[in-house]
């Protein structure tokens, strides 16, 4: 294709063209929206680092979620905060949980959203890691004992799908099977494939009250220098019965999305994190950038990497600017 034969500018000249040959689009059904629950009553807490996204005694985070639902957003994601914590983060599976509070209370209100639930132990162990500690690191086996309790005990709440972030070998398997054999056969699970060791969850950590205590989370979570392994954690979820395969962080692992999406045939969530967040709220803050135009774009780039589903603390503003289109 050659000037002056072909001029590229030609078919964006007018904006009905550009709406005929866009090659990616993006809907609210795109999006799922994290929450973080917390105990007490009538709480309702600004994380600092976060301005819009606050953690929430359920009450709240019911009267939240009629928002949701009525923006047209399908999903959200549940982090919980308890009241306390212990070294095996038995929190995480107590019947009485505040995830598995809330799960009740939105399903009870909202049969038609879906409550997809973080299944991981670092919101609920005193030294927050993911896992329990043996000889100063995540002792692999022993976690994913305490993970099937927790992803059963949110199941049994009524959640319609959860979402294991922390990043044990085996886990998918494992939650697979104690679904399976407690009835749950229908029950999808959605898995954080390939989790980078990333700076970019710094502000989730304020929220979800979970930053380790001690040392970091490179012994389990992916060095950020790794394509061909993003592979080799996925393929491994794939088998072991993912229904659905995240990458995360987003923006800055494009190329990953990307080589996820062309070598498996399984839907693909990307998760713009709390750091990607963050930083847009505080250049938009600064008057630097137009934020809507940045959230959209950002968007944008996910489905156009090649994710189907995008976790972002920007699902209420995206479906905004969405619905008023
Ligand atoms: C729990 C978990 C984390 C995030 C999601 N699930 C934090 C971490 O691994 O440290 C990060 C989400 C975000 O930054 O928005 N393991």
Redesign the pocket.
């Known amino acids: 294709m050659f000037f002056p034969t072909y001029r590229a500018r030609r078919i964006r000249g007018k904006e009905v063209f550009r709406r005929m040959v866009r090659e990616t689009s993006l809907s609210v059904n795109d999006l799922v929206y994290p929450m973080f629950a917390t105990y007490g009553r009538c709480v309702r807490k600004e994380v600092s680092s976060m301005p819009g996204i606050y953690q929430q005694s359920v009450d709240n985070i019911v009267a939240e979620a009629r928002e949701v639902r009525d923006l047209g957003i399908p999903a959200v994601l549940l982090f919980g905060i308890p009241e306390s914590k212990d070294a095996v983060g038995s929190p995480a599976f107590r019947e009485d949980g505040v995830v598995q509070e809330a799960v009740r209370e939105l399903k009870k209100e909202f049969p038609d959203l879906a409550v997809i639930t973080?299944v991981?132990m670092?919101e609920y162990t005193d030294h927050g890691h993911?896992g329990v500690i043996k000889d100063g690191d995540v002792d692999n086996d022993a976690t994913l004992d305490l993970l099937c309790r927790e992803a059963l005990s949110h199941v049994r709440a009524g959640a319609d799908m959860v979402a294991p972030?922390?990043m044990m070998d085996g886990r998918v398997r494992a939650i697979r099977e104690t679904l399976d054999t407690n009835g749950f056969t229908h029950v999808p699970i959605m898995s954080y494939a390939v989790k980078y060791a990333s700076g970019?969850?710094g502000p989730?950590?304020e929220a979800a009250e979970?930053a380790p205590q001690f040392g970091d989370?490179r012994s389990y979570?992916m060095d950020p220098a790794n394509r061909l392994e993003a592979i080799r954690e996925a393929a491994m979820d794939v088998e072991e019965g993912a229904d659905i395969i995240m990458v995360k962080p987003g923006l800055p692992y494009l190329d990953i999305v990307r080589e996820v999406r062309d070598e498996f045939n399984l839907p693909v969530a990307v998760?713009n994190?709390?750091?990607e967040y963050s930083m847009v709220k505080a250049a938009a803050r600064n008057g630097w950038i137009d934020e809507e135009r940045v959230v959209l774009e950002t968007m944008t780039a996910f489905k156009r990497a090649g994710a189907d589903l995008i976790i972002t603390y920007h699902a209420k503003d995206a479906a905004k600017i969405l619905n008023k289109k």
């Open positions: 973080d991981c670092c993911c972030s922390d970019f969850y989730f950590r979970s989370r979570q998760y994190v709390s750091g």
